[in-house]
């Protein structure tokens, strides 16, 4: 510690015998950096607050019928990303900031400097911001500042309405692919059905339904037919027992001619044609069997007329019998039923056959068509999400073009005030008057560090490492005493009339400043 104290003394003393140096430097630093500060320019600072209203009354009124858009998101990331490369030369264009520009090193120099000056902050407030800009001519700052918030209002709205544009064109060209697509799949599945009708049906059954739908109809039909057979065998063997009685002819055609067996048979077969007409096409099987039927009762009919003409037998109607003739009604119904049914047996028993027949391709028809429903629903599932999402996005639009996405007010208009922002000559001038004693100070010590003086013999031989024969010392008298007081005092005087100009100035700084 002792040490310390020791080397730091020797320092000061050292410095001390180059004081008048130290005060010459310091007070021509201390000149130059005021007449610096006094040169440098004035900047003036234009300012404009824009406050910008995100909150809508439809908002929450379309809530979940229109797109959700983050407006507080969108207006901060624009806030950030406003000062871009592109903007700052649309900004200097609409302020003429590059009137003056003759090269191209030129612009760069004042797009980088533009990009400097101009800051975008906060107003306190997430939806408050300031736009500023400092310059040294106030006109001009003003013009950037307007030009500015031009910017600032048209990127917020442009590009919400390109993004806006770019969805729905997207959509819509999504849409037009689906389209093709569902369209594409909608031909492929009606081909496949087509082509597989007879394993798939026309009721969209697969042929494993089918055969059981098949299988059912045929058992109930065979039922049907067992008991109408066995009505007509019953029917077969009352007649048996009964005796017609016949009346004598009425004329030569058959038609007018009765045979009550035929003529019972054939009218509940027309009968029954007719019910069947109400019900299926003329193609039906069960139609055309019953026309089949009747064809063949009426030549039976024929040939029965004109063999009891040649053998002399006069058909004649029944005249006394009436359970017969009811009984032979009956007959000839059953007759009629018991064909329609055998032809419907037929037609189950020979579609039965052929969809088993074709049934050893199912497993692989009934793959592809799984695949071709999936594909057709997968499509139209998007098709029509698609359709749902541009409804959404066009009410969206509807929406921001009617209310706007987010209002921007123009809450203070770009102002200049009269009073410069910058240099801060109150603040630089005592900073100055500081620099310049630390200058002259620092000027001591390299002068004497340059040109060193021991004061004492220890120090000397510490130094040189040789040693010291002996030391020669000063008396000091009064006029010798009488000489330092005096350089004391002028030293001190210099240093405090360096403190004092600056001082001043600071003063007459501040006066200015409050005047101005």
């Known amino acids: 510690m002792e040490q310390l104290l020791s080397d730091l003394l020797a320092h000061l003393r050292g410095m001390w ?18 007449v610096a500060i006094f040169l440098l320019p004035d900047q003036y600072l ?29 207006v901060t990331i624009l ?45 306190g407030r997430d939806d408050l911001f300031v736009l500023s800009y400092k310059d040294t001519n106030p006109e001009r700052a003003k013009r950037v500042v307007q030009a500015l918030v031009s910017i600032f209002v048209e990127s917020g709205l442009g590009d919400k309405r390109k993004d806006s544009d ?19 799949a909608e031909n492929r599945l009606k081909e496949f059905k087509l082509k597989n009708i007879a394993l798939f049906g026309d009721s969209g059954k697969d042929s494993i339904g089918q055969i059981n739908d098949l299988t059912s109809k045929l058992n109930q039909a065979q039922l049907e037919m067992h008991e109408v057979e066995n009505s007509r065998d019953a029917l077969r063997r009352q007649l048996a027992g009964e005796d017609p009685v016949f009346l004598p002819d009425n004329g030569n055609d058959a038609s007018s001619v009765s045979i009550p067996d035929l003529d019972g048979r054939i009218d509940v077969m027309k009968k029954q044609l007719d019910v069947l007409l109400q019900r299926f096409t003329e193609q039906h099987p069960d139609v055309i069997g019953t026309r089949h039927v009747i064809e063949q009762l009426e030549a039976q ?5 004109e063999a009891r003409k040649k053998t002399g037998t006069a058909p004649s109607a029944v005249n006394g019998n009436p359970v017969y003739q009811q ?35 199912l497993p692989e028809r009934e793959a592809e068509y799984a695949q071709l429903n999936r594909d057709y629903d997968v499509n139209k599932r998007n ?36 009073k ?62 009488r000489r330092k007081r005096i350089g004391k005092v002028f030293f001190a005087g210099a240093v405090s009339g360096l403190v004092g100009m600056f001082a001043l100035m600071t003063v007459a700084v501040m006066l200015r400043a409050f005047a101005g």
């Open 383 to 418: 098709y029509e999400s698609l359709v749902s999402r541009r409804e959404a996005a066009n009410m969206s639009v509807e929406m921001e073009s009617s209310t706007g996405v987010a209002e921007f007010r123009l809450i203070d208009p770009p102002a200049v005030p009269s």
């Open 17 to 34: 015998r180059y004081r008048w140096l130290g005060v010459a430097v310091g007070w021509l630093a201390g000149v130059v950096l005021a």
């Open 166 to 184: 770019d969805a729905r064109r997207f959509i819509e060209d999504q849409i037009r692919v689906y389209e093709r697509k569902l369209s594409e």
């Open 301 to 305: 009919k024929k040939q029965e007329v």
């Open 79 to 123: 806030s950030r990303t406003l000062i871009s490369r592109p903007n700052v030369e649309k900004l200097i264009r609409m302020a003429d900031l590059d009137l003056a520009v003759k090269s191209r090193e030129e612009r760069e120099r004042l797009v980088e400097d533009v990009t400097k000056r101009v800051q975008i902050g906060s107003g």
């Open 46 to 74: 234009a300012s404009a607050r824009v406050f910008v209203d995100t909150q809508s009354v439809l908002k929450p009124l379309m809530q979940g019928l229109a797109v959700p858009t983050n407006v507080e998101q969108q």
């Open 420 to 481: 410069p922002a910058a240099p801060n000559r109150a603040l630089l001038m005592p900073l100055a008057g500081l620099v310049a004693l630390m200058i002259g100070a620092l000027a001591s010590f390299v002068a004497w560090q340059v040109r060193p003086v021991f004061f004492e013999a220890k120090s000397l031989r510490e130094s040189t490492g040789l040693p010291v024969l002996g030391v020669v010392s000063r008396t000091a008298n009064t006029a010798l005493l």
């Open 327 to 361: 009984m032979k009604l009956a007959l000839s119904e059953s007759e009629a039923n018991l064909a329609s049914l055998r032809t419907r047996v037929a037609e189950y028993e020979s579609r039965l056959n052929a969809i088993k027949a074709s049934s050893r391709m």
